[in-house]
């Protein structure tokens, strides 16, 4: 019997899980510096939950925001096929920076960027996907009631590969485009999110704490 053929069939087995995972896996830019007043550094920690057709996706968000703008953080988490069977674990450190903050910065709205670099860790074939993210994020913040806020937003994000598996592959960006909304209610929130990658409708929320309050003299919305 040709050794290669067992060989040949890991590594098409292996590519195809790879291109699943970077096709598929809802795309993770979870920046917490909106949610922060001007001025404001606090940890801060979440989890989410992401659906769609393919597969689940599911994480803890520990994090520390600096002085209201910039964010680091590192997810750990899991992402289960739902089709073909397999499941991976998910490492991702990640930072973001608010450019502009609604009202301190006399902008109508807030805008962030974010920079993230994912590993897909696939125990089974001892292998582990990785990929570039990177995206940006424009909110509005309203105060209907005392102690609460609802910030909805458009976010934009793109996925690079960073694999030798397939190097035209790695030539390729793609976008995937979502909405979402805020409610924060003292310093917690809770934010549902509806994404669309190629036509893949992915629906999820994340919900969180800040560890610390912060209250200006002057808040400005």
Do not use: C
């Not at 598929?24 to 001025?39: I, R």
């Not at 991976?88 to 993230?116: C, E, H, W, Y």
């Not at 009631?145 to 592959?169: H, T």
């Amino acid at each position: 019997m040709n050794k290669r053929i067992p060989n040949l069939f890991q590594s098409a087995k292996t590519t195809f899980y790879f291109l699943a995972i970077i096709f598929l896996n809802p795309f993770q830019l979870q920046s917490q510096n909106y949610l922060m007043d001007a001025g404001h550094s606090s940890y801060h920690a979440g989890a989410v939950i992401e659906y769609n057709t393919f597969e689940n996706y599911y994480a803890l968000l520990p994090g520390y925001t600096y002085k209201g703008r910039l964010t680091v953080g590192f997810d750990i988490g899991k992402n289960d096929d739902l089709v073909n069977g397999f499941n991976s674990t998910v490492l991702r450190p990640n930072a973001g920076f608010l450019v502009f903050k609604q009202g301190a910065d006399n902008s109508p709205i807030s805008v962030n960027i974010n920079m993230a670099y994912q590993v897909n860790y696939l125990l089974d074939l001892d292998v582990s996907a990785n990929t570039v993210q990177f995206g940006m994020g424009f909110y509005k913040e309203y105060v209907p009631l005392e102690n609460v806020r609802v910030i909805p937003g458009i976010v934009i994000e793109g996925n690079k590969a960073n694999n030798d598996i397939n190097p035209n592959f790695e030539d390729s960006v793609f976008f995937s485009y979502g909405v979402q909304t805020t409610i924060l209610w003292n310093n917690y929130y809770i934010t549902p999110k509806v994404e669309s990658f190629d036509g893949v409708i992915t629906l999820g929320a994340k919900v969180g704490m800040i560890f610390s309050s912060f209250y200006p003299e002057d808040e400005v919305y």
